[in-house]
Nanobody
Framework: VQLQASGGGLVQAGGSLRLSCAASGRTFSSYGMGWFRQAPGKEREFVAAISWSGGSTIYADSLKGRFTISRGNAKNTGYLQMNSLKPEDTAVYYC?????????????????WGQGTQVTVSS
């Protein structure tokens, strides 16, 4: 199973980015997926997750209203739309495929991880 995250980059505060996560080697549409991030010197933290069908989504409280998770099962791809970006959003963003069909906040609920994509927000 491989997950390939892309779409990161350098953006000014207030800008937007759309991250993508392409999955292969697994029936992507049968499992939930999530996004996590890790800033320098900090622990990895939960960002958002979506159920297998896309019908259920959850977000870190601090990111609600700015970030939107979605998925395109026909394309085996997940997405994270990030708007109104702030310097504190700077981190490496990881996508992950869940062990379950539902959503989950905890890293241990995810058994496959992508390599991460760097997001840098300048002030």
């Amino acid at each position: 199973v491989q997950l390939q995250a892309s779409g990161g980059g350098l953006v000014q505060a207030g800008g937007s980015l759309r991250l993508s996560c392409a999955a292969s080697g697994r029936t992507f549409s049968s499992y939930g997926m999530g996004w996590f991030r890790q800033a320098p010197g900090k622990e990895r933290e939960f960002v958002a997750a979506i159920s297998w069908s896309g019908g259920s989504t959850i977000y870190a409280d601090s990111l609600k209203g700015r970030f939107t998770i979605s998925r395109g099962n026909a394309k085996n791809t997940g997405y994270l739309q990030m708007n109104s970006l702030k310097p504190e959003d700077t981190a490496v963003y990881y996508c992950a495929s869940s062990s379950y069909s539902t959503t989950g906040y905890k890293a241990y609920e995810y058994d496959y991880w992508g390599q991460g994509t760097q997001v840098t927000v300048s002030s």
